[in-house]
């Protein structure tokens, strides 16, 4: 199993830090050793691979929300994610 | 360095898509479509309406069932599309601008149950207006998010 994933963005809901078309490296190994923070950008698979930014965390769960919060289905419409659907961490843009 | 690494292995790794919205695209929503189907409702009760008392020919009876086909199918769409918009775009902050919204929408998707079952004239220009309403309230939310 490859540590990496290269993600490439569709959808509006993570501009201005990532715009359609963006080519992304996740570290799937992010959360081996360490906790999953407020602040970080994820890679979530829920049916299919979505990318939000964790805004709270309780327990076993993660809210998700895009950064553009006006164009965005996230927690707000899909409730709390469950940690178990966290894919990784995003590393860079490149 | 490490990036430059990094971004020398990523030439090697598959591309998969991450979903920045997880239903359709972000940002293609447009009460458009609703509108339309609303319109086709309407066009097809009166149409149906026009046509002689009972079929006279097979043509005619082909033509009565193509427009309920019709109505039905775009009944459909507009009750479909609305509950998109209801559903995907509309957010908490716009339920604040617009607190008749719940209602709104609840009324429209039951005219498109309505105009399914019914001919009616008066049903089908509800249907039409509430549609027209949901758009209007839609482009004001656009008009403050700029």
Known sequence: MLPLFKFKIEGNSMIPTFNPGDVILVNRLSYLLSKPKIGDIVVLKRGRYIIKRIAKIKKKKLFVAGDNKRESTDSRSFDWADKKELVGKVMLKI | ?146
């Open chain 2, 1 to 146: 360095m490490e990036n430059f690494i990094l971004s020398f292995l990523a030439k090697l790794l598959p591309t998969k898509t991450a979903y920045a919205h997880c239903d359709v695209p972000c940002g293609i929503y447009d009460p458009k479509v609703a509108q339309i189907a609303a319109a086709t409702v309407l066009k097809m009760v009166q149409k149906i309406n026009e046509l002689p008392e009972r079929g006279k020919s097979k043509n005619e009876d082909n033509a009565l069932i193509r427009m309920v086909w019709t109505k039905e199918e775009h009944a459909r769409k507009c009750k479909d599309e609305l509950l998109i918009l209801w559903t995907d775009y509309f957010k908490p902050e716009h339920l604040q601008m617009f607190p008749n919204l719940h209602e709104t929408f609840w009324k429209a998707a039951k005219l498109c149950s309505k105009n399914k079952q019914e001919v009616n004239v008066q049903l089908a220009q509800e249907l039409v207006r509430a549609v027209d309403e949901i758009a209007e309230i839609f482009k004001k939310t656009k008009s403050t998010a700029k």
